[in-house]
């Protein structure tokens, strides 16, 4: 579904847009307004909030214990759900703000492999091509070539970015776009996102301070990737009360 909505918005953001009618737009420039009609000329009509489509359980299951832990710990943060290649996005204070397909790594997988962070691409074997799953703090910083992107995990070179343009054989953007899950496994571990998600809402709410990532496994038990749902056993009612979640 994800995947259909975005295909339909082409690679843009699935967010509602403020309503503007004639009576928004602004007057002639010879016209004169009053203080009170100027300021009701900038007023815009509400925003919506954003409405996730149908979650996985799992995914559920951890925006309920960040919602209700604080585990953000006042930070944005975004969910990224592995078996179903979607990520959620939230602000500081817990509000969703957006969504889509992600391209993940290429191989099935959890875990990093030992000193994968110090090879060069083509020393990455096929097998180590995996995104690895649990919680990040991530920054942005510098990668080769001096491009800036959102690093998850820096010692293991797991970065969130935009599709790369260094090689259009492997079709990153019809991937995305494709109805299919499977076609989106095609990175070597870094995480691709839609341009205007990433650049209208992640960089935006991550560039000053960071932000968590919560990175959902393939294989591996949820809590084993979060400790801390193991102390909070399965509650399909409160996983239902997720923010805007249907």
Same mark, same amino acid.
């Not at 951890?62 to 592995?82: Q, R, T």
């Not at 070597?188 to 209208?200: R, S």
């Not at 992640?202 to 301070?209: E, L, Q, S, T, V």
């Given at each position: @579904?994800? *995947?259909?909505?975005?295909?339909?918005?082409?690679?843009?953001? %699935?967010?509602?847009?403020?309503?503007? &009618?004639?009576?928004?737009?602004?007057?002639?420039?010879?016209?004169?307004?009053?203080?009170?009609?100027?300021?009701?000329?900038?007023? $815009?009509?509400?925003?919506? /909030?954003?409405?996730?489509?149908?979650?996985?359980? /799992?995914?559920?299951? %951890?925006?309920?214990?960040?919602?209700?832990? +604080?585990?953000?710990?006042?930070?944005?943060?975004?969910?990224?759900?592995?078996?179903a290649a979607a990520i959620y996005a939230f602000d500081a204070t817990g509000k969703p703000v957006g969504f889509g397909p992600v391209l993940i790594g290429r191989a099935l997988g959890d875990d990093a492999t030992?000193?994968?962070? &110090? *090879? &060069?691409?083509?020393? =990455?074997?096929?097998?180590?091509?995996?995104?690895?799953?649990?919680r990040y703090l991530a920054k942005f910083g510098l990668a080769a070539g001096h491009n800036k992107v959102l690093w998850v995990d820096y010692a293991t070179s797991v970065a969130m970015h935009t599709i790369p343009?260094?090689?259009? $054989?492997?079709?990153?953007?019809?991937?995305?776009?494709? /109805?299919?899950?499977?076609?989106? $496994?095609?990175?070597? +571990?870094?995480?691709?996102?839609?341009?205007?998600?990433?650049?209208?809402?992640?960089?935006? @709410?991550?560039? *000053?301070? +960071?932000?968590?990532?919560? =990175?959902?496994?393939?294989?591996?038990? !949820?809590?084993?990737?979060?400790?801390? !749902?193991?102390?909070?056993?399965?509650? #399909?009612?409160?996983? #239902?009360?997720?923010? &805007?979640? $249907?």
């Amino acid at each position: @579904m994800i *995947k259909a909505l975005v295909a339909l918005a082409g690679l843009a953001l %699935v967010l509602p847009s403020p309503a503007t &009618s004639p009576a928004d737009a602004a007057p002639p420039k010879s016209a004169k307004s009053s203080p009170a009609k100027k300021k009701a000329l900038k007023a $815009r009509a509400p925003v919506p /909030p954003v409405e996730f489509p149908e979650l996985s359980i /799992p995914s559920q299951r %951890v925006m309920a214990w960040v919602a209700e832990s +604080g585990d953000h710990n006042g930070l944005p943060y975004v969910v990224i759900d592995k078996p179903a290649a979607a990520i959620y996005a939230f602000d500081a204070t817990g509000k969703p703000v957006g969504f889509g397909p992600v391209l993940i790594g290429r191989a099935l997988g959890d875990d990093a492999t030992p000193g994968v962070g &110090s *090879k &060069s691409l083509a020393e =990455i074997g096929p097998a180590e091509k995996t995104t690895p799953a649990g919680r990040y703090l991530a920054k942005f910083g510098l990668a080769a070539g001096h491009n800036k992107v959102l690093w998850v995990d820096y010692a293991t070179s797991v970065a969130m970015h935009t599709i790369p343009t260094g090689n259009p $054989r492997e079709n990153r953007a019809k991937r995305m776009l494709s /109805p299919s899950i499977d076609d989106n $496994r095609i990175t070597f +571990g870094c995480i691709n996102v839609p341009k205007a998600l990433y650049n209208g809402k992640i960089a935006p @709410m991550f560039g *000053k301070k +960071g932000g968590y990532v919560y =990175i959902l496994p393939d294989v591996k038990p !949820l809590e084993d990737a979060f400790p801390p !749902l193991h102390a909070r056993p399965f509650n #399909s009612a409160a996983a #239902s009360e997720v923010p &805007s979640a $249907r």
